[in-house]
């Protein structure tokens, strides 16, 4: 038998790749991540149950999202991810079904406070893509709001990865995060998550516009879009600078993590291909945690 040529290793990667990516198992990796950082920062051990939760939240929900923007001939979508959803229809239902019965398992076992912040978040996640609202004859879902798009994101992702351990850390006696320290770490990581989604809105301008949907991108232009994303990540850093007491290793990582983040969206043009966006632009969040352990490990 032949070892396979690079051509078949190739092809195997970008099989595999595909299949992490466009899934959505790489984004819920990308939530858990970011949960992780919240430990990191508050200098206590992870919480499994809650790193279980959002991932199975995670890929629950954007699995929905995805199911729900199927286009009426998804294979002729310009974009790799549809097809590729086209073709693993089933493998992602699978996905989504085990998504939701973990879920329903593992909730089980959290804080009352917690579960009720699980359901608010749910409600919202659930209105954004569902059209339950009705205007006259026509009935839209909170996605549809003008400007409403990228606030609700960047609200759910804060809340779901730094609430929810610090709510959930409510049961321990032994630990408490005051309220001021709890709004500061949760407004820094909206800033964060509000910066990385609007380039995605940005390389979906003509598609949003086609559907009618009043993103950032949408009112105000692409040009202006890409500044808003560098103010997000401005305020970002005057946060950490402004109340940071110890300049230490977290300081420089999450510095620096914000630095190649604003990088990577000043070179995202929306013709860049998917792989740009779906791995590299929601890698920061991963790639922050990374940074967190790296930096304090050399630090040490």
Not at 77 to 83: E, L, M, N
Request: charged letters at 15%; hydrophobic letters at 55%; aromatic letters at 16%.
């Amino acid at each position: 038998m032949s070892e396979p040529g690079p051509s078949s290793i190739y092809k195997l990667f970008y099989k595999a790749l595909d299949f992490l990516l466009f899934s959505n198992l790489f984004i819920a990796l990308c939530a858990v991540a970011q949960a992780q950082v919240t430990y990191h920062l508050l200098g206590i051990p992870c919480d499994k149950q809650v790193l279980g939760i959002l991932f199975f939240a995670t890929l629950a929900l954007y699995n929905f999202s995805t199911f729900m923007a199927k286009p009426a001939e998804p294979r002729k979508s310009p974009f790799r991810r549809v097809r590729w959803t086209h073709r693993n229809y089933r493998l992602m239902i699978t996905l989504t079904l085990i998504a939701v019965l973990s879920l329903m398992v593992i909730t089980l076992f959290l804080a009352p406070a917690s579960q009720v912040l699980l359901l608010f978040l749910g409600v919202i996640a659930v209105s954004y893509n569902l059209p339950l609202f009705t205007v006259g004859e026509k009935r839209f879902g909170l996605r549809n709001v003008p400007g409403l798009k990228l606030f609700l994101i960047a609200l759910i992702w804060s809340l779901s990865c730094v609430l929810l351990p610090i709510v959930e850390l409510g049961n321990s006696q032994s630990f408490f995060v005051s309220p001021s320290d709890t709004i500061l770490l949760v407004a820094k990581r909206f800033l964060f998550i509000a910066a990385i989604t609007v380039p995605f809105d940005i390389r979906d301008l003509f598609q949003d516009k086609s559907y009618d949907l009043k993103t950032i991108p949408v009112i105000l232009g692409e040009r202006k879009s890409y500044l808003v994303c560098q103010l997000l990540l401005f305020a970002y850093i005057c946060l950490l600078f402004l109340f940071t007491r110890n300049i230490n290793s977290d300081f420089f990582a999450l510095v620096f993590t914000i630095l190649i983040t604003g990088w990577l969206i000043f070179k995202s043009e929306w013709k860049k291909n998917e792989y740009y966006y779906f791995l590299y632009l929601d890698g920061t969040m991963i790639l922050q945690f990374v940074f967190l352990v790296a930096f304090s490990v050399a630090f040490s």
